[in-house]
């Protein structure tokens, strides 16, 4: 079975997690910063705990903050856990991503943030957001935070500039299905030092440092993945998640879409053993990119489309954390590619002002609602 993802682990992240480093998160955040063109980054146990951190650290409360509707529902999760208000914007059908027209129109006296994804890798277009935010400074006489959401979309570039290196911060996260991996984890990348130091000092004194037993969980959490993604087993693995509610109750407390909710840990520190397996990830990340665009270009070239198929546009400095086609017939679809063992992945299954804990919020978002029923994601990895 050709898994819908797959992280890419070799033999050295396996050896990383029986050398005990001490030191590993420090070295971690200075080779991401320098890779990813920023002046510092802090790292967190998850990209959902790093954005809230920022708002935390920054006394940002009570505010309201523009965010794409059509995301991982912990982004609306941090919003909501740090006193703010999520307003949602309906994305743009081209790429996925918000759009800029609408959110502009959403911007009133109470917004203090924009959260601004590149979703599945497509950058948005950077010169428009900072002129947006400009002008909302200039009207409403406060600072307006622009957070950059890079965790599809690690080192996508608009026209030459690498995303994340402009506007405020940049958060990244590095779960097992994200373009490089540190087991669990996030970062926040600043331009500026004197607020990365603002959160690093806010993080050593609201943030503990992990209990030995996790450290042994997380260590073996990787080994089991570095096992069941071999295409072999993922047979059983794919098995287990689509017929039994076994590993749905193991992944339970990390993910909940329905509920406003985090995981008990999410003031832990990062680990170093997550560092060290995140400095060997930082290693193959250009190759991983390189052969994400490979893949994503061959599917636009050579597949078969169907009626009522859209496939992605292939986007010059686009990372393709997903190759996501709308499909009228999704359940179909998955079931015809099962039955020729790709399992067919389905990224973001709601628009977040449409799950139960959001529908208060009053937001229509048409194409994100369409997107959630129709969108389906091909494997992007090098068992393709
Ligand atoms: C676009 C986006 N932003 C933020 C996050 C949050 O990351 P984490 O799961 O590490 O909290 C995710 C999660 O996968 C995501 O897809």
Known sequence: MIPRFKPALGWSELLAL???????????????????????????????????????????????VIMPSYTCSVVAHAVSLSGNIPRFVDIDLHDYNMDLGIAEALITSKTRAIIATHTFGYPQNLERLEKMVKKAEQEHGHKVWLIQDCCHA????????????????????????????????????????????????????????????????????????????????????????????????????????????????YKDKMLDVEASVGLLQLGRYDKIIRDRRRIAEDYNNKLEIRTGWVLPPIVEGAT????????????????????????????????????????????????????SRETINLPLHNNV
């Open 18 to 64: 029986f050398k005990f480093k001490r030191g590993a998160v420090k070295k971690f955040e200075q080779a991401f910063a320098r890779k990813f063109e920023a002046v510092d980054a802090v790292s967190f146990p998850y990209g959902r705990s790093a954005q809230w951190a920022f708002f935390k650290a920054l006394g940002i409360e009570g505010a309201e």
């Open 154 to 265: 690690f080192g996508a570039k608009w026209k030459s500039r690498i995303i994340g290196s402009s506007g405020d911060v940049a958060i990244y996260a590095f779960n097992i299905s994200k373009m490089i991996t540190t087991i669990f984890g996030g970062m926040l990348t600043f331009q500026d030092q004197e607020l990365a130091n603002k959160l690093r000092t806010w993080r050593d004194a609201h943030y503990q440092k992990p209990s030995f037993i996790k450290s042994f969980k997380r260590r073996f959490y990787l080994l089991a993945v570095f096992f069941a993604f071999n295409s072999v087993i993922y047979g059983l693995v794919w098995w287990l998640q689509s017929k039994t509610p076994f590993l749905n109750k193991l992944t339970k407390a990390y993910h909940l879409d329905n509920k406003i909710h985090f995981p008990p840990d």
């Open 320 to 371: 393709y954390s997903h190759y996501t086609i709308r499909v009228p017939n999704r359940e179909e679809i998955k079931k015809e590619y099962a039955a020729k063992s790709v399992e067919i992945g389905e990224l973001i299954q709601y628009s977040v002002p449409d799950l139960k804990c959001y529908t208060d919020n009053n937001s229509e978002c048409k194409n994100a609602t369409l997107c």
